[in-house]
């Protein structure tokens, strides 16, 4: 089977939902267009305005499971950002302004553990997503390596648990470990895959439900002694990529 992209994916609020794109357009430099563009800082956080920072200054699913099971929708031309949740009712809020964005807090607090730092913000940059990389980048994952996982596992593992951009069908289980370095052309877009994704307790919660039900990380560290599961990557050429769309690894 000739690789293809098998769905596209993107996190409008940092770990606060994800929804499916048809098709998105890459920039050299760019991450994916919106994604990450919010985060929602909490209240230890320490942030420098308008600088990228790291995973540890925001209410992320390691930390707080049951956002794994939010549902998102961004109409771009107003800014407005449509969650669900099993647990909450559905809410639309503009991020940019202050008194919706206060009323989504008081949304989210009750799906965060009380004993954690609570949501206190939300935060973004000009031009530059939150992702959990200090450079803009993307993320791939294998669904034949999902596939692979849940079997040693036994279960029926959903591709959502791993929060990726790029979802890749028709590899062999396990063989994007050895793409780091390489190109890859998603469509008409060039990637320079950069380094493995090293994954955190977010991925053993159900994303469907959130709650913490398979411990992916214990599976991983049993088939490869480590706990690497996708890819992260530059897009080093501009093009555009639809579901659908072949992947070509370049020499």
Known sequence: MTPSVASIQ???????????????????????????????????????????????????????????????????????????????????????DADDAARFLDWVRPLCPADRAQPSRIYSVRDRGMTDTDYPSVSLISLASNRALGEHMGLDLSPLRWRANFWIEGANPFEERGWIGRRLRLGTAILEIVEPKVRCLATTANPATGIRDADTLKALRALHDDQNFGLYARVIAPGTVAAGDAVELLP
Request: some cysteine.
């Open 10 to 96: 993107r996190h409008p609020l940092k770990s606060h939902g994800r929804e499916a794109l048809a098709v998105v357009t890459l920039t050299p430099g760019k991450g994916l267009p919106w994604d990450r563009h919010w985060a929602v800082a909490h209240a230890a956080a320490s942030l420098t305005p308008g600088d990228w920072a790291p995973c540890a200054n925001f209410s992320i699913g390691s930390k707080a499971p049951r956002l794994m099971a939010i549902d998102a929708r961004l109409d771009e031309a107003t800014g407005t950002l449509t969650l669900r949740h099993p647990d909450a009712p559905g809410i639309a809020f503009r991020p940019d």
